[in-house]
């Protein structure tokens, strides 16, 4: 408790202010029900100055929670970096004005098309919010995969398994196909889903469709941690109800080839899958639903066990394999994770054990998926190691992030192995010293000549990396043999200098299968820190950066995310 209250005393006192932006600064939010006596006692205090004993007193309830806010044990521990990645990401995609509005009901129609939102929620409740995040949108599609997991608790999975197939249709999300049994592909398309509904329906005969749908909406309320009120459109259901002549058509075939379970009322099981997809929330809430979902089922924001975790496990699954429409093949390809979008604009993915996400941005492309939806997640799976099969033992990512709690450390620890075995002379361990000095020396010298300064910021550099300072004659020898490649010349030239960088080059990328990413991260590092050393980065040296992070298999995605750091750090000074 001592070290807690330390950490944010400065002559042993603190105040309320202190504590809330720790608190803060870890990603939990002031809404968060873990921390409402916390929270509550801390606005109570106003600018009181808060000795050890009131400290002790006013967490003493929510200990566990503030104890792991303030030592960095959350899901995701260096979150302020976390977030500034995020922000990279979210306004690279910005710009992206690709695709169009859903048209086919005015309301979808006429939804301002410049929105864009983008919010996480961590296995640990740790949140973020960027942009467009508190606007109601119907969730559309994005019932889908809810509606299926309702199912599976209300009927079990033989039950729903009868009447509705788990294979992807590789088909538009509204074909009349089924399955050569007859039955729906899958709980994701249309089909599928409006059995899904009759399922649901079936079980209720005395619930009309809206009291059903209230059902649905107070379990996406539970799921989404109660942070705001889940609503239904009137609107979108009346239009969605006068256009759904295909739905229609697909809920007669339904019911003429295969049958509906307990002969549901054909107009009920439509009403209720139409009703589902008009349920409006914000992005912020379907953030929380999807951490939810990455948590085995239990909210993590009200520790509320909202489903079975077996149930999520075969939600995701069906999320993995056909949540994307007729994309989801592609998408699992590329991004690889469950994820389920609405013609609304929402797109809701999933990283299991670690962080639920969502964004809103009503631009579709031909599939129905949100634009700028999916190319934020292929950036993110650029730069993070997010995708199912990043985390193969043993592996390359091309040094992708991780920025789980497990990986924290490790980063440390494989440098102190790297120093430790330098110092023995380890074969491995001395190639990525050398090549690292190399790359410094040749990144300075690719214009002809190495400089006073340079030089300091090689030896800074490889102190700093290595936890040992080398000697200045040392350093020299070094410089003196990598300049004597070039020609035999005393001081080469500028195309001597680019010729000498391009051999390096080629050595890097002959050298990087037996190199492991932390090797390969190490001289990426150190190249990066000797071109930016005098304070910024130029387009010139960007280049020369992004040509070895290529020979060294490091996705140029991870990259930008480091110049972005560098450039927000250079800010913040
Ligand atoms: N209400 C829409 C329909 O059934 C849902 C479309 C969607 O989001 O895929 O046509």
Redesign the pocket.
Known sequence: MRMLFESVTTNGVTDADRIMERIATSGLDRTDLRLRTTIERLAECGDRPIDFETFAELVGPELRMISRSFQRQLAIPDWEEFYSDIQTIYRNVAPDRGGKNADYIPILRDANPERWGVAVCTVDGQRMRLGDVDVYHSI??VSKPLNYAHALVLEGADFIHRFVGTEPSGRP??ALDMLPDMRPFNPCV?AGAIMTAGIIASGSPDQDAREITQDVMNLWSRLSGKIGEVRYSEETMLS?RATAHT?FAIAYLLQGRKGLPRDVDLHKMLDLY?AC?SIEMTTEMLAVAAATLANGGVCPITGEEVLPTEVVKKTLAVMQSAGMYDNAGSFTLEVGLPAKS??AGAVLVVVPNLMGFATFSPRLDDY?NSVRGVAFCRELVDRFTFHIYDNLSGGHTGCKRDPRASQHDRKERDLSELRWAVAYGDRYATKVRDLMLDCMIDVCLADGEIKEDEITTISTTYAEIMGQPTSRQELERWIDSRRSKNDGRESPNEEQGEAAYSQLLAVLARERSSLDDNGREVILESAFRVACSDGSIEEEERVKLRAIARALGISEGVLELEIARFQRRLLQR
Do not use: D, H, P
């Open positions: 559309q599609s999300f509204n249309n969605e739905n139409l997809c609405g013609v129905g």
